[in-house]
């Protein structure tokens, strides 16, 4: 007869102890040193709880209850823990994405990291004019590297792209009609639309040309009294090939002269360094934005210049400071930690090959295939020594990474994978089982195997995939079923 069977329903929840009761297991009450008392007294209840439905949904059936003492410890424990975990945390990027927008984007170079440290634990001149002895702009601190490095008479920082596009648009066009090409009305991840924010910051969106085709002379016969700017968009995740035609920012410019109109230019991802010479080709710089005579420009921080989030205008000085006096960029400013890093990687670009060097997106951009293949090789006999049984097919094979957050969408870097598969195991519980350690790893599921690209692994992340794999091949096999979940 199975345990607690011929007892009554009564009889069976009395037999569960108390919240007090169970603190007084040593395992809780050693737990107690290093946990808030309020988090392990909700562990407790939550699993007494969890036991007290089981026990009235089971009413009147023989399944087993397990209610000793040592399993009520473990499951409190179980659920401390979890209570305990931080929800942000880090992980291993395997996937060769290199700015993963589900992952945090660009990693920090050391450089801004160490600058973090420094100013966050100590007071700093943040709204602190130092020559003057009276209060400053905490806008002043990045700007001057920024014109350094565009060329651009003036920039603002703000929290994001979409912040830089939406107060721009509000400061020069509000009320007023604002020049598009339909082909560059675009939607990007988190359902931002061109369209959108150009309604909540009161411009009017004036489209003009078509979908796949766009002149000078549509822009030029859409041009009015009501016209604020001419705008143009970079595509960002997208692109329209074909039988195609886009007005260049060259040619917009001297529309723009000639009625007197500025023209701003979103960009996206804004790129400092021409990613030509590592195949990837069409991605505009932020110093040629500014070179052909843009009024103003509008970038990310965290995609392809590899800083923290950030939004980012640089322009004509008498419109960067229009912008700066609009009341809504108090409410999209950046606080000390932004600033310090991304002074700090803005530094890094004085010189290229140092950028190259010492900012993780850009050196992941352009790392070699055969540095990757060493690199894969190197990582699949690891995997192999942590797989004595052979549970896992292990292989490297050629494949491809994408740069990611919105850039280049159409665009690959060659690379070299490492692949998991196995017959006893599901790819999906491969995946699964691996996304599940601490750290998760994080790869992707191809061609019927579990993919690790070398090119995101940073230092020390092989050591934790090999550790992975070895408690996916110590684990319990039968969990995990051949075929999908």
Request: charged share 25%.
């Amino acid at each position: 007869m199975s345990e607690m069977s011929h007892l009554t329903l009564q009889e069976k929840l009395r037999r569960l102890p108390g919240v007090d009761e169970l603190l007084t297991e040593p395992p809780l009450r050693e737990a107690l040193r290093r946990h808030p008392r309020k988090l392990l007294v909700a562990s407790v209840r939550e699993v007494l709880d969890a036991k007290r439905q089981r026990i009235l949904a089971l009413a009147g059936a023989s399944e087993r209850i397990d209610l000793r003492p040592a399993h009520l410890v473990e499951l409190v424990l179980e659920r401390l823990e979890e209570l305990s975990r931080h929800t942000l945390r880090p992980v291993v990027n395997a996937t060769g994405v290199v700015i993963h927008t589900n992952l945090g984007r660009s990693l920090l170079p050391e450089d801004a990291i160490e600058r973090i440290r420094l100013l966050c634990a100590a007071y700093n001149n943040l709204e602190y004019d130092l020559e003057k002895g009276r209060r400053g702009s905490r806008y002043v601190h990045a700007e001057s590297i920024l014109r350094e490095i565009t060329g651009a008479e003036a920039a603002l920082v703000v929290n994001n792209n979409a912040g830089a596009v939406f107060l721009a648009l509000s400061t020069l066009a509000k009320g007023r009609e604002v020049i598009v090409s339909r082909g560059q009305l675009v939607e990007i991840g988190g359902a931002f639309r061109i369209p959108d924010v150009m309604s909540h910051s009161g411009a009017v969106l004036r489209e003009v040309g078509c979908t796949n085709r766009t002149h000078p002379r549509d822009y030029e016969g859409a041009i009015g009294e009501k016209t604020a700017l001419l705008l143009k968009v970079h595509c960002s995740n997208y692109r329209v090939v074909g039988f195609t035609a886009e007005v260049s920012l060259e040619d917009l410019v001297r529309l723009g002269r000639e009625h007197r109109l500025p023209v701003m230019e979103d960009l996206g991802s804004g790129s400092f360094v021409d990613l030509s010479r590592f195949g990837l080709a069409g991605e505009p710089t932020v110093q040629d934005a500014v070179k052909a005579g843009a009024d103003l420009v509008t970038f990310s921080g965290d995609k392809l210049l590899g800083g923290p989030q950030a939004g980012i205008v640089v322009g004509r000085k008498d419109l960067v400071d229009r912008c700066k006096k609009n009341p809504v960029t108090r409410a999209l400013r950046v606080d000390k930690t932004t600033l310090a890093a991304l002074e700090a990687t803005l530094r890094l670009y004085r010189d290229e090959r140092t950028a190259l060097e010492r900012i993780p997106t850009l050196r992941m951009i352009a790392v070699s295939a055969a540095e990757l293949e060493r690199k894969a090789h190197d990582l699949a006999s690891m995997i192999r020594r942590s797989d004595p049984d052979s549970l896992l097919h292990v292989e490297v094979r050629p494949g491809f990474s994408r740069v990611g957050g919105g850039s280049l969408p159409e665009q690959q870097l060659p690379t070299f994978v490492v692949g998991l598969s196995s017959s006893a195991l599901s790819v999906n519980g491969i995946e699964s089982f691996m996304r599940s350690r601490r750290p998760p790893v994080i790869g992707r599921i191809e061609s019927d195997a579990f993919l690790l690209d070398p090119r995101t692994l940073q230092a020390g992340d092989d050591e934790i995939v090999e550790g992975a794999v070895r408690d996916l091949c110590r684990s319990d096999h039968a969990t995990m079923q051949v075929g999908p979940r």
